[in-house]
């Protein structure tokens, strides 16, 4: 089952933005979930991840400002993006991994998960 992103957009700095990605095939998984972005010129990066029992863990650039959420009665993976910077401009996927959150100790460089969606762009203006 395809992982599906949507909710991007264009938006001033110090807006907000909620990204979802349709998950039906994973969100009552036990494994890890996370979004993702990857920003023109740059290497992907880890944004947040959720474990199989609601823990959360965030990239240190998005934490206060970022809340991942899984959705059950959605079943969808949600990532709501609050004072939003020029910085956070990027394509945002959706991913979820064979394992669980605990033992992806390189998430944030983007490694550990196993199954992507196409992603969803997020640009924000100055």
């Known amino acids: 089952v395809p992982l599906v992103e949507s909710g991007g957009g264009s938006v001033q700095a110090g807006g907000s933005l909620r990204l979802s990605c349709a998950a039906s095939g994973y969100i009552r998984s036990n494994n890890c979930m996370g979004w993702f972005r990857q920003a023109p010129g740059k290497e992907r990066e880890g944004v947040a991840i959720i474990d199989y029992n609601g823990y959360t863990t965030y990239a240190d650039s998005v934490k206060g400002r970022f809340t991942i959420s899984k959705d059950f009665a959605e079943n969808s993976l949600s990532l709501q993006m609050n004072s939003l910077k020029p910085d956070d401009t990027a394509m945002f996927f959706c991913?979820?991994?064979?394992?669980?959150?605990?033992?992806?100790?390189?998430?944030?460089?983007?490694?550990?998960?196993?199954?992507w969606g196409k992603g969803t762009l997020v640009t924000i203006s100055s």
């Open positions: 991913a979820a991994s064979d394992s669980r959150c605990s033992v992806l100790h390189r998430w944030r460089e983007g490694y550990g998960m196993d199954y």
